[in-house]
């Protein structure tokens, strides 16, 4: 079906949050708990749920033309697929996840160097052999199937895991002792969908909406009216990031500024703004913001 885009959908911790970007974007994104193969208003979208670690193998193989996964997951799979773009968000925060070794607070272990003939357990296996490779060091590296914190230093001397704030290690008495990569989660597709015509233009929009979404986080619209006189105290006043806006009013002696701000300068510039003679001064959500 040449004009149906199959797209996979992240399961697990990356679900809610990429159905929340979907709907912010214009997509409404429906799941039921007997179905893998969520519901999406758009006619030209077949959605399957597939987990994260798998998706870049499944884009490959053709299986699915585009889904949404880490870049870590690419790099452990070693999948030769197109990156249509990078999409800065996660369950936690918008800061890229890290994959780290750890050692138990009280390990000899220094570096990676230490690892020399060690235990390390892990998901990411092939990153990891791949880390241990780069420095010279010959170690027995283990898939775990979950709750790998756990695990040092009775089952292995040390881990490699991933991490967005670090609170999980240091609950389970972990220190990080390196970062062997840091992972944003990618929009892509198969090298054959992204030639097709149809496909690689879904795409494109798709990817259009998405980021709009994320350049718009946290920024807000300020309009407000400014004598002519006073243009300049205003401009002066402003952290614009683009040119403000400026329109005419039917007062000739007053214009309207528009511009597009940080949500979180707002609160020391509007009082600036006022002593500078703005008037009228009105903030708006913005939801979508494309360059």
Same mark, same amino acid.
């Given at each position: 079906?040449?004009?149906?885009?199959?797209?996979?959908?992240?399961?697990?911790?990356?679900?809610?949050?990429?159905?929340?970007?979907?709907?912010?974007?214009?997509?409404?994104?429906?799941?039921?708990?007997?179905?893998?193969?969520?519901?999406?208003?758009?006619?030209?979208?077949?959605?399957?749920?597939?987990?994260?670690? /798998?998706?870049?193998?499944?884009?490959?193989?053709?299986?699915?033309?585009?889904?949404?996964?880490?870049?870590?997951?690419?790099?452990?799979?070693?999948?030769?697929?197109?990156?249509?773009?990078?999409?800065?968000?996660?369950?936690?925060?918008?800061?890229?996840?890290?994959?780290?070794?750890?050692?138990?607070?009280?390990?000899?272990?220094?570096?990676?160097?230490?690892?020399?003939?060690?235990?390390?357990?892990?998901?990411?296996?092939?990153?990891?052999?791949?880390?241990?490779?780069?420095?010279?060091?010959?170690?027995?590296?283990?898939?775990?199937?979950?709750?790998? /914190?756990?695990?040092?230093?009775?089952?292995?001397?040390? $881990?490699?895991?991933?991490?967005?704030?670090?609170?999980?290690?240091?609950?389970?008495?972990?220190?990080?002792?390196?970062?062997?990569?840091?992972?944003?989660?990618?929009?892509?597709?198969?090298?054959?969908?992204?030639?097709?015509?149809?496909?690689?233009?879904?795409?494109?929009?798709?990817?259009?909406?998405?980021?709009?979404?994320?350049?718009?986080?946290?920024?807000?619209?300020?309009?407000?009216?400014?004598?002519?006189?006073?243009?300049?105290?205003?401009?002066?006043?402003?952290?614009?990031?683009?040119?403000?806006?400026?329109?005419?009013?039917?007062?000739?002696?007053?214009?309207?500024?528009?511009?597009?701000?940080?949500?979180?300068?707002?609160?020391?510039?509007?009082?600036?703004?006022?002593?500078?003679?703005?008037?009228?001064?009105?903030?708006?959500? $913005?939801?979508?913001?494309?360059?």
């Amino acid at each position: 079906m040449s004009n149906v885009l199959k797209l996979g959908i992240p399961a697990g911790s990356l679900q809610e949050a990429t159905a929340k970007l979907f709907e912010r974007a214009g997509y409404n994104i429906k799941f039921s708990s007997r179905s893998y193969y969520p519901v999406i208003d758009d006619d030209e979208i077949e959605c399957l749920l597939i987990r994260a670690q /798998e998706m870049a193998r499944y884009v490959e193989q053709g299986i699915l033309d585009a889904g949404i996964t880490g870049y870590d997951w690419i790099q452990e799979t070693q999948a030769d697929v197109h990156e249509v773009c990078e999409l800065v968000f996660s369950k936690v925060s918008r800061r890229p996840v890290r994959w780290v070794l750890a050692v138990p607070e009280d390990s000899p272990v220094q570096s990676v160097k230490d690892l020399e003939g060690k235990r390390i357990a892990t998901e990411a296996v092939g990153l990891t052999k791949a880390h241990l490779a780069k420095h010279g060091v010959n170690a027995t590296v283990e898939f775990s199937w979950g709750a790998t /914190e756990v695990k040092p230093p009775r089952l292995a001397d040390a $881990i490699v895991e991933v991490t967005e704030t670090g609170s999980s290690l240091r609950a389970n008495n972990l220190r990080i002792v390196e970062e062997i990569l840091q992972s944003t989660t990618r929009l892509i597709a198969n090298q054959s969908a992204w030639q097709d015509e149809f496909k690689r233009a879904k795409l494109e929009n798709i990817a259009l909406m998405l980021q709009s979404c994320l350049h718009a986080e946290g920024k807000v619209g300020l309009m407000m009216n400014v004598r002519r006189a006073d243009l300049d105290a205003v401009l002066g006043v402003l952290p614009a990031l683009q040119t403000p806006t400026i329109s005419s009013l039917s007062d000739p002696e007053w214009i309207d500024v528009n511009t597009i701000v940080d949500e979180t300068v707002v609160r020391s510039i509007v009082p600036a703004l006022k002593q500078a003679g703005a008037r009228g001064i009105v903030e708006y959500q $913005i939801t979508k913001l494309i360059d």
